[in-house]
C-alpha cells in the first residue's frame, strides 16, 4: 500500500488557517470568511484565482448601489 497524500484544503480552510496563524481575533476571522464568501457567491461560485480587477470592480459596485 503506498502512502496516500491527504487532499488540498478547501480555500476558506485555507484563509482560516492563514488568519490564525497570523493571531487575528475569531470574529475577524468570520468577517474576512464571510466577505470571501459573499464575492464567490456574487460571481456564481467561481474560484477567486480565475478572477481579476473587472471582477472585483464588479463586486464593489453592486456593494455601492
Partial sequence: MGASTPPP???LDQVRD??????YFYRM???YVQWIRRYILFHNKRHPNQ????EIE???AHLAV
Avoid at 18 to 23: E, F, N, P, T, Y
Avoid at 51 to 54: A, I, L, T
Fill in 58 to 60: 464588479a463586486f464593489l
Fill in 29 to 31: 476571522e468570520q468577517i
Fill in 9 to 11: 484544503k478547501r480555500l
Fill in 51 to 54: 478572477m481579476g480587477v473587472p
Fill in 18 to 23: 492563514a488568519i490564525r496563524l497570523k493571531h
